[in-house]
């Protein structure tokens, strides 16, 4: 058992340093190329891969991000809701005022018409119906 983890230990090690390699952006590893350090964590099977943990990868985390949602996490836009947007709640407003005014406007077009419907009716009940 023992000889068996002295195998798959290094082993382990070198293939978590190898795909954390590939998976670096270019810009973060340090000191060499990415290219070169693939080379020296396969080639040199135990030391490659402890240096490239310990030297070859920048370690903080870019200011911009890497990721779609640490870009969006950091860069977020002013307002988050659109109850908080004031311009948005002013042109909410702005839209109410046209659509009382035009309510109004209905409504004295609708009571303009009743009366005068009214004026018909009351006009007509006094006098006969035309004859034919």
Not at 31 to 57: C, D, T, Y
Not at 61 to 68: D, E, L, Q, S, W
Request: glycine share 4%.
């Amino acid at each position: 058992m023992f000889r068996a983890l002295i195998y798959l230990l290094p082993l382990a090690l070198t293939i978590y340093a190898f795909i954390d390699c590939l998976n670096t952006p270019e810009d973060e590893a340090k000191h060499l190329p990415k290219v070169a350090w693939v080379f020296i964590i396969l080639l040199f099977w135990i030391v490659g891969p402890i240096v490239w943990l310990a030297a070859g990868k920048l370690r903080e985390a870019p200011a911009g991000g890497r990721t779609p949602s640490e870009w969006h996490r950091n860069h977020r836009q002013q307002w988050v809701a659109p109850d908080d947007n004031p311009d948005f709640l002013k042109s909410l407003k702005d839209e109410n005022e046209k659509d009382e005014a035009v309510l109004k406007d209905w409504e004295a077009d609708l009571r303009r018409r009743e009366d005068e419907l009214k004026r018909r009716e009351n006009g007509s009940e006094g006098t006969p119906p035309p004859a034919s």
